[in-house]
């Protein structure tokens, strides 16, 4: 009697995903098929799926959106580096409650320096959006955001006091890369003012950039008080095939 045992119907749906990514038929950025369609074509639970695109989504094969779905990532994608938290969950995590004010939104002509950075043509059309976050009463964080209008055309007609940017844009475009960088600096008297905070208290910067494809989707610098934001993550390093 052979000793073999036979492979996990986890694995053996690992395999089937890998071998569509691996032949082309599904590229980077493509979505795959949803939990629901995967538990019957291969007659087995929720669970047992959801195993096998967690494990694929922690090798940095798949990259798993709540609320939209399931996509193939890019080759050189960090899984880790993709969780992006709206600022209303990372607010409710710590026992408060989001609010927004909208200080600034409209469709603007990228001027050169903007343009470059979003990686579109000087005088090609973007969104603005300039937001300030509080919990409860206090100002907590203050957001500067550009997105690209061809790509997502419907940014503007949002009512961004009822949800976040982020947590819009993650549901309508969803991304296949990401940048972004930390730093501690110094308020400029008008973001001193909206954070209510002295022009000489260290702030923090998260500045971001994401990507669909070739394309990029938006950019934001996420500007607060030093000493109300702490940032933290544990990320795996991405597995290399």
């Keep these: 009697m052979s000793d073999v045992k036979p492979m996990p119907v986890y694995a053996r749906i690992k395999?089937?995903?890998?071998?569509?990514?691996?032949?082309?038929?599904?590229?980077?950025?493509?979505?795959?098929?949803?939990?629901h369609n995967l538990v019957k074509q291969f007659g087995v639970s929720r669970m047992t799926v959801n195993r096998a695109l967690r494990e694929l989504s922690d090798?940095?094969?798949?990259?798993?959106?709540?609320?939209?779905?399931?996509?193939?990532?890019?080759?050189?994608?960090d899984s880790?580096?993709?969780?992006?938290?709206?600022?209303?969950?990372?607010?409710?995590?710590?026992?408060?409650?989001?609010?927004?004010?909208?200080?600034?939104l409209k469709k603007i002509r990228a001027e050169k320096e903007i343009a470059a950075?979003?990686?579109?043509?000087?005088?090609?059309?973007?969104?603005?959006?300039?937001?300030?976050?509080?919990?409860?009463d206090v100002p907590f964080q203050l957001e500067n955001r550009y997105v690209n209008a061809d790509?997502?055309?419907?940014?503007?007609?949002?009512?961004?006091?009822?949800?976040t940017p982020t947590r819009f844009l993650v549901a309508e475009v969803p991304f296949t890369e990401?940048?972004?960088?930390?730093?501690?600096?110094?308020?400029n008297?008008?973001?001193a003012r909206y954070l209510g905070i002295a022009d000489d208290e260290p702030c923090l910067v998260l500045r971001r950039r994401t990507w669909w494809n070739?394309?990029?989707?938006?950019?934001?610098?996420?500007?607060?008080?030093?000493?109300?934001?702490?940032?933290s993550g544990r990320f795996k390093p991405f597995s290399r095939r």
């Design 15 to 35: 395999v089937d995903i890998l071998g569509n990514i691996d032949k082309g038929l599904w590229r980077p950025g493509d979505r795959i098929p949803s939990e």
């Design 59 to 77: 090798d940095g094969r798949l990259l798993r959106i709540p609320g939209t779905g399931t996509f193939v990532a890019s080759p050189n994608t």
């Design 80 to 104: 880790g580096l993709l969780e992006i938290q709206s600022v209303d969950d990372h607010i409710s995590a710590q026992g408060g409650v989001h609010r927004s004010e909208i200080l600034h």
């Design 117 to 136: 950075t979003m990686e579109i043509g000087e005088g090609d059309d973007l969104f603005h959006v300039y937001l300030l976050h509080m919990n409860r």
């Design 151 to 163: 790509l997502v055309p419907g940014f503007g007609e949002q009512d961004f006091t009822k949800f």
């Design 178 to 187: 990401i940048e972004h960088s930390i730093e501690a600096v110094s308020p």
């Design 189 to 191: 008297a008008e973001e």
């Design 214 to 231: 070739s394309s990029v989707v938006t950019q934001v610098n996420l500007l607060s008080p030093g000493s109300l934001f702490k940032l």
